[in-house]
């Protein structure tokens, strides 16, 4: 007679993938059948329609919230982007104040290349640089009104930030100029909205603000933003998510994060293996930003 009983080897064979599913429901109403959406905070829980979402909201707000600010955490205090490569020399490219917007070709160039300039041409495009700051100021407004250039956008919103390069002093035009480059995904115009936000400078004064567009901008990959999200929790107390944001700002390269992490490391937030591995990447980052040309650029600047 054939056994019934089960080889070890059948034993262990596992159902298939439709018997282990679970069965997906409403959370409002229990339906099984139909179309479910997830919640789009937190992704717990489905529902069949909107009517249903909103008499379960009650029931399910708290642990949704929770969720989402866990969700939000593993985006916020994930590795950022690497930084673009300048694109003439193609090293890695320096912080923004070690960059020059070129106003021909909307381009950033690292001051090294822009600095040993051989003629009087953009090495990118080739077109002839401007002959003074007014012809420089006008190309910017031509790209904006002929690309809608977020560089363009954010640039000038510096210049009538600080009231340099012959534009007078207007937070209010700075404000609505990184707004506009803000919304088309420019992360240096989240880090000047949010200190905009942050001192009322063209707008009213939001801390809430601030820190919103801080941490898109540090999403992106802009270390300015991640340093003053680290400065904004510490000032809150919240010590433990102020080093997480100064310690990946410090990996990047970004030295006034580099010694906050120092400062957490003898008052022991930091731990020495933590603060040997931030110091070795601080020091590899900077080294891929540096070059010969780039310091003799920023010497003779």
Known sequence: MRSHW???????????????????????????DGRLKACTACKLV????????????????????????????????ADPPAREDCPICMLRMPFAHECTYMSCCGKFICVGCVYNLTRAVCPYCNTPTPRDIEEQIKRSFERIDKFNDANAMANLGVHYKLG?????????????????????????????????????????????????????AAMMGNEFARYNLGCAEGNDGNFDRAMKHLMISAKCGHDDSLQ??????????????????????????????KSDQRESAKSRI
């Open 46 to 77: 489905k529902y069949c329609n909107a009517n249903c979402q909103i008499a379960h909201r009650s029931e399910h707000k708290k642990a949704c919230r929770k969720k989402a600010r866990e969700l939000f955490d593993l985006k916020l205090f």
């Open 164 to 216: 340099e390069n012959g534009l007078p002093i207007d937070h209010s035009k700075a404000a609505e100029l990184f707004q506009r480059a803000s919304e088309l995904g420019s992360a240096e115009a989240h880090l000047n909205l949010g200190i905009s936000y942050q001192f009322g400078k063209g707008m009213n004064r939001d801390a809430n603000k601030a820190v919103h567009h801080w941490q898109i």
């Open 260 to 289: 906050k992490v120092k400062e957490g490391f003898m008052l022991g937030r930091v731990t020495k293996t933590d603060f040997e591995i931030i110091l070795r990447a601080h020091k590899a980052s900077q080294d891929e930003m």
């Open 6 to 32: 089960l080889t070890k080897q059948q034993a262990t064979i596992k159902p298939p993938l439709f018997m282990s599913l679970k069965m997906e429901s409403c959370a409002a109403c229990g339906k099984t």
